[in-house]
């Protein structure tokens, strides 16, 4: 069993940054890949950025390459999405999520959701 607490979300201007973190009970943790997702009212929940159980590769969808890193810190159970020139269009719920596959981008593959954070970029 893993819990998820995710946090750091909040409201910013567009163009600001925010960081999540997502921090990971259990001792099991740097065995799982770990990945953010989001999602907006009446949309299906989409594929942020995943990264490997060691950190060394990373995913990320196509509408945050160049403005968003995920990164991990196995020893503190966490993991981070920093997100950079942030966009109206990035307003949604992030969640954390871990996965037993790697690579993976597919929702299906992850699990031990978070309860998420809302991030709000106004105009």
């Known amino acids: 069993q ?3 607490v995710e946090s750091g979300g909040g409201l910013v201007q567009a163009g600001g940054s ?6 990971a009970s259990g001792r099991t943790f740097r065995s799982y890949a770990m990945g953010w997702f989001r999602q907006v009212p009446g949309k299906e929940r989409e594929l942020v950025a995943a990264i490997s159980w060691s950190g060394g ?3 990320y969808a ?4 160049g403005r968003f890193t995920i990164s991990r810190d196995n020893a503190k159970n ?5 997100m950079n020139s942030l966009k109206p269009e990035d ?3 992030y969640y954390c999520a871990v996965s037993t596959k790697w690579p993976t981008d597919a929702t299906r593959d992850y699990g031990y ?3 998420g954070t809302q991030v709000t970029v106004s105009s």
């Open 78 to 82: 966490t993991v981070y999405l920093q």
């Open 113 to 115: 959701w978070g309860q």
């Open 62 to 65: 196509d509408s945050v390459k």
């Open 91 to 93: 307003t949604a719920v």
């Open 57 to 59: 590769s990373a995913i």
């Open 2 to 4: 893993v819990q998820l």
């Open 18 to 23: 925010l960081r999540l973190s997502c921090v």
